[in-house]
């Protein structure tokens, strides 16, 4: 682990102490929506910067906001949709701007982004529903499902994989793959980590699984595969490249959904970080094991988007 990682991790341990609280954050049923949802928006911005040479163009995408983050210079004829983090609760395309910014900078290639519907107000499975559709845009817009591979983070990174379920149910063609960090993917928390790496995590407060998972749940069944992609029938789906932190409380959804996807014959790859934390990667190029946990993640989705090209030329 280096000592810019270590650090890293140090300083979301103790962030708290930055903010000028003794005590580490608690959320429960009690906690304001709002709150974090502006909070989430002012610590977004302050976190990452601007890039130059990138451009924020609203996409054309009447039924929910959406947005092109494309980058000087590059081609316009593949394509990443992202699904923003947030703990299905918080977010947007603005707030998650400057993130994916650098991520679609070093990937080289154009990301579209867009405002899922959020719980509580919209439980799942809205977010997912919402997910298929701009994807169904895309189609119409002219990309082939081969040009098209999904990314996403933490809830985002679960809400990608179940949108690709339900692609599948509906008996449409499945993108050429999904690149997620920090999926979660069991709204029944029974990973053994959410109780065995509490300690360690230093991103996520006491009680934020257990509530924002009962907000996205709400009334409905936590099993349900658009809810919890890990109950549904993996086999079928495209390749998918799985990062995830070794010290946080998620890392057991990322272990069962890579296991399960396997045995259904899901050509799926995973990294597991020692030392590193939730969505780790998205922090590139601040520290070397975020920089190279994102550059194999775009590694893994020019492959699956330029691979046969490539290998036809060859």
């Not at 429960?28 to 910067?49: G, N």
């Not at 451009?55 to 980058?71: M, N």
């Not at 390749?239 to 890392?251: A, F, N, R, W, Y």
Request: charged fraction near 25%; glycine fraction near 10%.
């Amino acid at each position: 682990m280096s000592i810019k990682g270590k650090g890293f991790h140090l300083l979301l341990k103790y962030r708290h102490l930055m903010e000028g609280k003794l005590r580490a954050e608690v959320i429960d049923e009690q906690t304001s929506i709002e709150a974090l949802r502006a909070k989430a928006e002012a610590s977004a911005a302050r976190l990452v910067k601007e890039i130059e040479g990138v451009e924020y163009i609203p996409a054309e995408f009447t039924d929910f906001y959406a947005e092109w983050i494309r980058i000087d210079g590059t081609s316009h004829d593949k394509v990443v949709l992202y699904f923003h983090g947030g703990g299905f609760v918080m977010g947007s395309a603005r707030s998650h701007r400057n993130i994916i910014a650098g991520f679609a900078s070093r990937l080289g290639m154009d990301v579209l982004s867009f405002d899922y519907r959020l719980a509580p107000e919209h439980p799942a499975p809205a977010a997912v529903c919402d997910g298929a559709k701009i994807y169904g845009w895309l189609l119409e817009q002219g990309y082939a499902p081969e040009d098209i591979v999904f990314a996403g983070d933490s809830a985002g990174a679960g809400i990608a994989l179940a949108t690709l379920l339900k692609i599948k149910d509906d008996g449409g063609i499945l993108p050429a793959g999904c690149a997620v960090f920090s999926p979660c993917v069991d709204m029944t928390l029974s990973g053994a980590s959410i109780r065995t790496k509490a300690k360690a995590d230093p991103c996520t407060p006491k009680g934020a699984n257990e509530t924002y998972t009962k907000h996205y749940v709400g009334n409905g069944d936590p099993r349900d595969p658009y809810a919890s992609p890990l109950f549904g029938d993996l086999a079928g789906l495209p390749p998918i490249m799985i990062q995830v932190g070794e010290d946080e409380t998620l890392l057991d959804d990322s272990l069962r959904f890579a296991e399960k996807a396997a045995k259904a014959g899901v050509k799926v790859k995973i990294k597991v970080w020692k030392g590193m934390f939730h969505c780790f990667p998205l922090l590139a190029p601040l520290f070397p094991e975020a920089t190279q946990a994102m550059d194999e993640s775009c590694l893994f989705i020019r492959d699956k988007l330029y691979g046969k090209m490539m290998q036809s030329k060859n």
